[in-house]
């Protein structure tokens, strides 16, 4: 979706919301998050629950993360950095939020506060670690 030549206001978002629950933790972070950029960049929400897909329902508790150590979440980042790398996009990281109950993603300050600053940077081009 991204290549090199990628800048500034030339920057979109693609958020894709997987759980079945709505307003749960990770779509709260996301948004709160997607608030912080700048008025015009476009933004494209798609909510998985909402297309015609066959049925599936999350039986568990919905996880931004339930460790508070983030090293916990390593390799799910080298997965996602790798995905990215292997087709040309960049990979600005990943925005940690803790909380294991619907809604308590908005008890974690830090999270909270990374939120509000995770897109002001352009992100690099992923390579293979």
Do not use: C, I
């Amino acid at each position: 979706m991204t290549s090199d030549t990628t800048r500034g206001t030339d920057r979109s978002f693609l958020f894709v919301l997987g759980s079945s629950r709505p307003d749960g933790n990770t779509e709260t972070l996301a948004r709160t998050a997607a608030q912080q950029l700048p008025a015009g960049v476009p933004q494209r929400w798609v909510d998985l629950a909402q297309l015609p897909l066959p049925d599936f329902q999350d039986g568990r508790h919905e996880t931004v993360m339930s460790n508070d150590d983030e090293a916990v979440g390593a390799g799910l980042v080298t997965t996602l950095n790798h995905s990215a790398a292997y087709t040309r996009m960049r990979f600005g990281g990943v925005l940690f939020g803790n909380g294991s109950r619907p809604g308590q993603v908005r008890d974690d300050e830090r999270a909270a506060l990374r939120a509000k600053t995770f897109f002001q940077r352009e992100a690099p081009l992923a390579r293979f670690a």
